[in-house]
């Protein structure tokens, strides 16, 4: 598919894809899931106002334009329709990470453990190209399927930016829960802002709680400014002091303190549980097939004549 900006009618659009329901609101934009007619393949489609794509909008076209990655959601068309854009992306029909921890209440040390090595290999790859996504929580984390966290995608890049090593910006921009220490002292900081709200998102899997709240945001700023952590029993009683020593470290205040992604990737409690989650995962999916063969559901291989 062709990631150049495209030019054309409104018609000649939906001459090519089919507009379904609407699937999410946004200040300048709203998205829905399309069907292409001729493959008959999903897709979402995000219709943007051109006036709307200033900063935020423009910082997500252009992030997207070169990532491609199997956990990043991938942008495969533009169009320009009028004063509007035509954002052609990949359809995520699963619903969000939210969705799912509000369903849950809380995740297993090994399904918490999954998700965030995908997500830590996901940004190692942002990273790499230069790229802060600034706006990193669980609702701009979708799943491929639902109440599957083997496929998710980080999406949402509208406060991401370019960011080469050794370079340092002040932007105040994010999600005030998922907001690292630095951003709220308005200070110069960089990747590692990433790595806070990643140390956030673990604590909310394990604990289905947020590790900073009040229903004051100031007083939520001095909080997450102090960053003074709280494990308490009715939560984390039946979770390992590894998992909460690896929260302590993604959640230092001082950022040159807080461990880095490469560190994260090699953190013996992430590596053992996410192995035990796959394995788990592989059991489930030889018993599925071995009852699918018992029942006679598996499809016989076609033999040649």
């Known amino acids: ?8 009618t409104k018609k000649e659009f939906f001459l090519k894809y089919e507009k379904k329901e609407l699937v999410g609101q946004g200040a300048f934009s709203n998205v829905y899931r399309i069907v292409e007619h001729k493959s008959q393949k999903e897709y979402c489609l995000k219709i943007q106002s051109c006036k709307g794509i200033e900063e935020n909008g423009k910082n997500e076209i252009e992030t997207l334009s070169v990532l491609n990655h199997p956990n990043v959601i991938k942008l495969y068309e533009m169009y320009k329709i009028k004063n509007k854009m035509f954002l052609v992306m990949e359809y995520a029909k699963g619903g969000s990470l939210m969705d799912l921890i509000e369903e849950k209440s809380r995740f297993t040390e090994t399904e ?5 090595l995908i997500l830590l290999k996901a940004l190692k790859y942002l990273h790499s190209n230069n790229i802060i996504h600034r706006d990193l929580k669980p609702e701009n984390i979708l799943l491929m399927n639902s109440c599957d966290i083997t496929s998710i995608l980080i999406t949402d890049f509208g406060f991401s930016k370019f960011l080469q090593e050794n370079e340092y910006t002040k932007t105040f921009c994010g999600t005030a829960t998922y907001m690292a220490p630095e951003i709220l002292k308005q200070e110069e900081y960089d990747t590692s802002v990433d790595i806070w709200s990643t140390g956030v998102i673990l ?3 394990l604990s289905g709680l947020p590790p900073f709240f009040d229903y004051s945001i100031p007083l939520l700023h001095r909080k997450i400014m102090n960053g003074k952590l709280y494990f308490p029993k009715e939560q984390f009683s039946t979770i390992s002091k590894r998992a909460m020593k690896l929260i302590k470290h993604f959640l ?3 950022p040159k303190e807080r461990i880095t992604i490469d560190q994260a990737l090699k953190n013996t409690w992430l590596l053992k549980k996410s192995n035990e989650f796959i394995k788990q995962k592989l059991q489930e999916n030889k018993q599925l097939e071995n009852g699918q063969e018992m029942n006679g559901t598996k499809e016989k291989p076609k033999l040649n004549k």
Do not use: D
């Open 1 to 8: 598919m062709n990631k150049k900006t495209q030019h054309l």
């Open 112 to 116: 918490a453990a999954f998700v965030i």
């Open 203 to 205: 604590y909310l899997l």
């Open 252 to 254: 230092k205040v001082n």
